[in-house]
């Protein structure tokens, strides 16, 4: 192998700049050569990259987001889409493939590596929920951000015994509002795997208040059967019954932006490592991710036919807590 590429892609996430730091820098190092694919799928299939250098990826391990840009890329579904990627990919003579990515651009991995391409995934999505790595590159400080602004809130609901309501990131999985939810104290926590009703949020704030505390946080993932909007509402509508609203912090894009945590930045630079690492020993049709504290491989095939869940125990956990 002499030339590879890398392309970040889906929701951009943070440790991302600091996983193709790693890929250009240990991809040199093996004597190669190493191309950064601006906006996903999209550049390549366009034909947007340019052969980086280890000084062209200095000062970005601190920075949030993606130096090469990411982008949501519908041709990229299609073969045709495929076809020009790889056509795009010979002409320069690259023969591998890095994707750093979440659920979505791992989909497109397994796609071109079944098209015969040597394609490694680096897992890297915020909402955890990528089968195949225990963490994924972002969650730690989108975790933080998260936690922070749980801790804020409290302080005010506890000045004006109010329950204030947070929603966090997750579409389809409850990974951050519950970790945060633990890690912050929250007095209740709505995930998408557990569908809840708002009488049973209310059930549990009169029950808070009539044990004497002051404040009562809701944390709430964006895909829970009622997000924060449609909750606020619903108390609104009912509040003679239910007895008090919510006020609401939708937390949205600001979870992702921040800089990287010491986890996230070694975690990606682990990744990056172990993806050139898997290229070079020709292990290819993986996606390299962290388990039980080491780097491992995993088929993109059995990633992409499995779903990653919570723990539920946690969930009863978050329970026995709540004093
Ligand atoms: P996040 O979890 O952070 O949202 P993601 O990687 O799941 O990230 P998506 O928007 O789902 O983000 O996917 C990113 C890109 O991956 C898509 O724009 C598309 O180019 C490619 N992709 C997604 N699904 C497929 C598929 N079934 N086949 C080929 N390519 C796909």
Known sequence: MKSIAVLTSGGDAPGMNAAIRAVVRTGIAKGWEVYGVQHGYYGLMSGDMQIMGQRDVGGIVQQG????GSARALEFKTVEGRQKALRELNKRGIEGLVVIGGNGSQTGAYALSEMGFPVVGIASTIDNDLYGSEMTIGVDTALNIALEAIDRLKITASSHQRAFLLEVMGR???????MAGIAGGAEFISIPEIPTEPEDIARELHAAYERGKKHGIIVVAEGAKYNANALVAYFKEHKAELGFELRATILGHIQRGGAPTA?????????????????????????????????TTTALSVVVANKKTVDFALIELQKELDG
């Open 65 to 68: 987001g993606t130096v090469l």
């Open 172 to 178: 389809d999985c409850g990974y951050l509002a519950l």
């Open 263 to 295: 986890f996230d930045r070694l975690l990606a630079t682990r990744l990056g490592a172990a993806a050139t690492s898997a290229l070079a020993r020709g292990e290819y049709g993986v996606l390299v991710g962290m388990n039980k504290s080491a780097m």
